[in-house]
């Protein structure tokens, strides 16, 4: 090996020539751009792997492992020896670190300034990890450590609150395969007519409805889908909200009934805190839906302003409502509405004098598409949420009577027929994915 100065460069572009052979030290100066850098990998290039599917693997410097964990949890044992600058990088596979978690082993190394005795993981799913080996004080740092964002994004749903004809607050987990699980004993104030929607990249929160009057309480929902106890609201009071994720990681209350018809908003931070009043924008309505389109904005769509209506109002990725955008589809009210497809979205079902099925897609611009011929059991008063990632389910309703069928959305927002219902049959619930 030997230290090179690069001195061949192309006068017209000021491009290396010449960069002398694999394992040489370059030194370039500086206004010099490389030709072909990416294929050098004394230049941080990383050569990637096969995907890793085996629950232990020893990991090289200089090269990437797309690391799969659907069937176990995966340790990786990390260089028992390193140089200034070594990198390694690793990425969720299959979007399961969240379920089966990657294990490090720093190999007599420090990570981070601790000890090769400390313990390290990784469990969110969509994770990419890349590690830089700086020094023998502080050892391996992580450089990038973060979940990929997208629309939907999380694997698994809850169900939970409404009435069957009192107020409930039972729960119902929905796994990543869509299946819905029985009843779990309610936490906090029964109520109906809540909204919910996703924060924090893979947590969720129930807020607002009607007890006996209307509330401002919310519930927020771990990452494993545990309910926790009431939040004092913030707010003004209301019933027939809708809610939504936006900008990846943050939530958004808006519309319902106070005293009078309202179209406020109430922002959610990434922390599940929820922020006072914002003035609506929009047309006042109640028992609307909402949505994630486009990977990290909403919708709003449908409700009931003493008529029916089918207008929407976008949500920004910072979480500024626009106004009223002319509705497509059949007016409605009390329909449900969930992402699909990683960037889009779907309203279905609801009531416009008579109980309703048909659906309206959402492109990854926020357009609202004409109506599609329902599928499954007429009713309104449904839920809907993510699940498995890309796909959907709407859940539960009335048809006069209360019900708890399903019906699944494919990730190309096709939407199935009746599954049997699981769990206390009721309308007017709330739901939202978690991971």
């Known amino acids: 090996m030997s230290t090179l100065n690069v001195d061949k460069v192309d ?26 850098a990416g294929t050098a990998t004394g230049f941080g290039g990383i050569s990637w792997q096969s995907v890793v599917t085996g629950s232990t693997m020893t990991a090289v410097a200089g090269k990437g492992y797309p690391i799969d964990t659907t069937s176990n949890e995966c340790t990786i044992t990390l260089p028992a020896s390193a140089s200034v600058g070594d990198t390694i990088v690793f990425a969720d596979y299959a979007r399961n670190w969240g379920i089966n978690r990657i294990i490090i082993d720093s190999n007599g190394l420090n990570y981070q300034g601790a000890s090769d005795a400390s ?92 007890t006996a009057s209307n509330v401002s309480m919310t519930n927020l929902v771990s990452n494993a889908g545990v309910v926790a106890t009431d939040v004092t609201g913030v707010g003004t009071d209301r019933r ?36 006072s009043d914002v003035a609506g924008v929009g047309t006042d309505r109640r028992y609307l839906a909402a949505c994630e389109y486009g990977d990290d904005k909403g919708i709003f769509g449908y409700g009931d302003t003493g008529s029916n209506v089918s207008m929407t109002n976008l949500v920004s990725n910072g979480g500024v409502v626009a106004t009223d955008v002319t509705g497509v589809g059949t007016a409605r009210y009390s329909p449900g509405a969930c992402g699909y497809g990683y960037d889009k979205g779907i309203f279905g079902y609801g009531y416009n004098g008579s109980y309703v099925s048909m659906t309206n897609l959402v492109s990854n611009a926020g357009v609202v598409s004409s109506d599609v011929t329902g599928v499954g059991t007429d009713r309104y008063g449904v839920a809907a949420c993510e699940y498995g990632d890309d796909k959907g389910i709407f859940g539960y309703g009335s048809t006069g009577s209360v019900v708890s069928m399903t019906n699944l959305v494919s990730n190309a927002g096709v939407v199935a027929t009746d599954v049997t219902g699981v769990g206390t049959s009721r309308h007017s619930l709330g739901a939202c994915s978690f991971n």
């Open 11 to 36: 006068p017209s572009t000021g491009t290396a020539l010449e960069l002398g052979t694999s394992g040489d030290t370059i030194n370039i100066p500086s206004g010099v751009t490389i030709a072909n």
């Open 119 to 210: 313990s390290i993981s990784y469990g969110i799913n969509g994770t990419a990890l890349r590690i830089v080996y700086m020094d023998a004080t502080k050892g391996w740092i992580p450089t990038v450590a973060g979940a990929v964002a997208y629309s939907g994004g999380n694997d698994e749903g809850i169900f939970g609150y409404g009435t069957t004809g009192s107020n409930v607050s039972m729960t119902n987990l929905v796994s990543n395969a869509g299946v819905v699980s029985s009843d779990v004993t309610g936490v906090g104030s029964a109520r109906y007519a809540v909204a919910a929607c996703e924060y924090g990249g893979n947590k969720g929160i129930f807020g607002f409805g009607y």
């Open 240 to 275: 027939g909200a809708a809610a939504i994720e936006y900008g990846y990681d943050k939530g958004i209350f808006g519309y319902g009934k106070g005293a009078t018809y309202v179209s406020m908003t109430n922002l959610v931070s990434n922390a599940g805190v929820v922020a």
